[in-house]
């Protein structure tokens, strides 16, 4: 079973507007860390920000914000006022207890933003 | 503050050659990884180290060999390259303890077998 899943490949926003990024992950650890990292066309992977499975708070981080529903095991990525420096690939990756060798993302999301 | 870095940048070789791509930090961090990126699959771990002389696997290792006899470098090795080698591969680093764990990524290597 897929540890992280991102079901959108591709998103398209207006330059402005807030846009939601999915992200499901599947775990049994009551231990571990939800990330999103922005890689933009030059390659580079950008660390964005972080939830704890134990943080009570939904982190914000700027624009950035993560919708954290624990339940339902999903972590979505909200970016507020878009703009078109945003546009890039977005993954969503979950370490599982405190294990580095068990650091999983998922596939990815190609947002676009519109001017 | 150079960070992490990764050479060659991009590489083409030959299938059954040896390949070796760089990875060097200037963090002191304990962790170090190997990712590589392909299309559908987001980025997968190929090796990890928790300390120089400390290696282990990750989530596909074979065709792999990794080494870290200094803290700082942790160089990939393909033995003998093949065409589903080809890819992009990305070195991290990271500390226990430090801020949210997170890791680190270098800039990546474009490696093309063919």
């Known amino acids: 079973a897929q540890k992280i899943t991102q079901t959108q490949p591709g998103m398209f926003v207006q330059e402005k507007e807030a846009v939601t990024l999915d992200c499901t992950y599947d775990t049994s650890d009551p231990s571990y860390g939800l990330f999103w990292y922005k890689q933009p066309s030059s390659g580079e992977m950008i660390f964005l920000i972080y939830q704890g499975s134990y943080d009570q708070q939904n982190a914000t981080e700027g624009r950035y914000s993560l919708n954290f529903q624990k339940a339902r095991k999903s972590a979505n990525l909200v970016i507020s006022a878009s703009q078109l420096g945003d546009s890039a690939m977005y993954f969503c990756?979950?370490?599982?207890?405190?294990?580095?060798?068990?650091?999983?993302f998922g596939s990815g999301t190609k947002l676009n933003v519109k001017p | 503050d150079a960070g992490i870095t990764q050479s060659p940048r991009y590489k083409i070789t030959e299938t059954g050659r040896q390949v070796t791509l760089m990875c060097h930090q200037t963090?002191?961090?304990?962790?170090m990884f190997w990712y590589r990126q392909d299309l559908g699959h987001g980025l997968r771990l190929i090796y990890y180290s928790a300390a120089a002389d400390i290696t282990d696997k990750g989530e596909v290792p074979d065709g792999y060999v990794v080494s870290r006899s200094k803290t700082e470098n942790f160089p990939l090795t393909l033995e003998s390259a093949t065409r589903s080698q080809t890819s992009v591969y990305f070195c991290?680093?990271?500390?226990?303890?430090?801020?949210?764990?997170?890791?680190?990524f270098g800039p990546g290597t474009r490696l093309t077998v063919l």
């Open positions: 991290a680093s990271s500390e226990l303890g430090h801020s949210y764990n997170e890791q680190f």
């Open positions: 963090w002191s961090h304990s962790y």
């Open positions: 990756a979950m370490r599982e207890g405190y294990n580095f060798n068990k650091f999983y």
